[in-house]
């Protein structure tokens, strides 16, 4: 199995900072990876998918970039909307597996 | 506006079988792969398993002896049944659909569109 370990589990930080959370893959995906966001008590939403293209509805605010092992979701300007978990997933090889999740809160 | 319903009990008893089903509207079954994953209580997500709509699954290694997934496209319902359960078993169930993104290396598999999630909790 491909296993994906984000960093940092928890970030701090205020409306309008910028914030990168990484994602690292056990082998290499190419590019085959999307970013997701979930709020308490909801279903996931998706973000990126192909490790850089933004879902239809998602500010521009969000973009991910990277290929092969190391990826980056970054916020451009964090709104109040965007406190949340957010998670990667590889999409290159069953079995489909997520990261454990960045959990970004209100400085 | 595709929208994804899951159904079925909340509770279920150690050593029984968990039966969940997702109902699939506004869009038809083609060519995407239907899925299911778990969040247990304050963790993380989950991948269960995946039917592509023509019938062919694959599962999660650690719930393969396990789990079956079946589709029914008269229906336009996807169904989840995880047998054995046990106290870790208790988690939030989605099902969400996987579209197809086509390049030139291949397709692959997105999950744009997700249920609410239905809590299933295993005790007696």
């Known amino acids: 199995d491909i296993q994906m370990t984000q960093s940092p589990s928890f970030v701090s930080a205020s409306v309008g900072d910028r914030v990168s959370i990484s994602c690292r893959a056990s082998?290499?995906?190419?590019?085959?990876l999307a970013w997701f966001q979930q709020k308490p008590g909801k279903a996931p939403k998706l973000l990126i998918y192909?490790?850089?293209s933004l879902q239809t509805g998602v500010p521009s605010r969000f973009s991910g970039s990277g290929s092969g092992t190391e990826f980056t979701l970054t916020i451009s300007s964090l709104q109040p909307e965007d406190f949340a978990t957010y998670y990667c997933?590889?999409?290159?090889?069953?079995?489909?597996?997520f990261g454990q999740g960045t959990k970004v809160e209100i400085k | 506006q595709v929208q994804l319903q899951e159904s079925g009990p909340g509770l279920v008893k150690p050593s029984e079988t968990l039966s969940l089903t997702c109902t699939v509207s506004?869009?038809?079954?083609?060519?995407?792969?239907w899925t299911w994953i778990r969040q247990p209580p304050g963790k993380g997500l989950e991948w269960i398993g995946s039917?592509?709509?023509?019938?062919?699954?694959d599962y999660s290694p650690s719930l393969k002896s396990r789990v079956t997934i079946s589709v029914d496209t008269s229906k336009n319902q996807v169904s989840l049944k995880l047998s054995s359960v046990t106290a870790a078993d208790t988690a939030v169930y989605y099902c969400?659909?996987?579209?197809?993104?086509?390049?030139?290396?291949?397709?692959?598999?997105?999950?744009?569109?997700w249920g609410q999630g239905t809590l299933v909790t295993v005790s007696s």
């Open positions: 192909g490790a850089s």
């Open positions: 082998q290499g995906i190419v590019s085959w």
């Open positions: 039917i592509y709509y023509s019938g062919s699954t």
């Open positions: 997933q590889q999409a290159n090889t069953f079995p489909w597996t």
């Open positions: 506004g869009g038809s079954l083609s060519s995407s792969y």
């Open positions: 969400a659909r996987g579209a197809g993104h086509y390049y030139s290396s291949g397709v692959y598999y997105y999950f744009d569109y």
